[in-house]
């Protein structure tokens, strides 16, 4: 019951904040809890459409970038998820602990790349 409580309040959520975005399209705020809300609800192509828009919105904050990472990951883009976090590191991302725990980089997390990037930022 309560699982289902927190869906339907999600859903409610999601549809509020797709209508604001609708009328202040600019507002990157609005946009990265959108992109979360789609994720945690499991619709990974919305959260990565999302992510992709906040890339060119704000293209030097390496949290849109880890966000993207862990949107291609989802989806199955390997590749794409370590130029994506690659780039986050690049720009200052530095919680090699968050990412070593992240569910969303649960695919990649065994491929040798992933063990690099978390080296690298542990310097």
């Not at 409610?12 to 994720?39: A, N, Q, S």
């Not at 994506?84 to 530095?94: F, H, I, K, P, T």
Request: aromatic fraction near 8%.
């Amino acid at each position: 019951m309560k699982a289902q409580v927190n869906e339907h309040a999600q859903r409610v959520e999601i549809r509020f904040l797709e209508g604001v975005r609708k009328r202040c399209p600019g507002d990157d705020r609005v946009l990265k809890v959108l992109g979360d809300l789609y994720t945690r609800s499991g619709e990974y192509e919305k959260g990565l459409e999302a992510d992709r828009s906040l890339i060119r919105m704000c293209p030097d904050e390496p949290q849109v970038w880890y966000n993207l990472g862990c949107s291609y990951a989802l989806v199955g883009e390997k590749g794409k998820a370590f130029d994506a976090l690659q780039r986050a590191v690049e720009l200052g991302y530095d919680d090699p602990d968050w990412m070593n725990s992240d569910k969303d980089l649960r695919s990649i997390r065994n491929d040798p790349r992933f063990h690099s990037l978390l080296q690298r930022i542990r310097g």
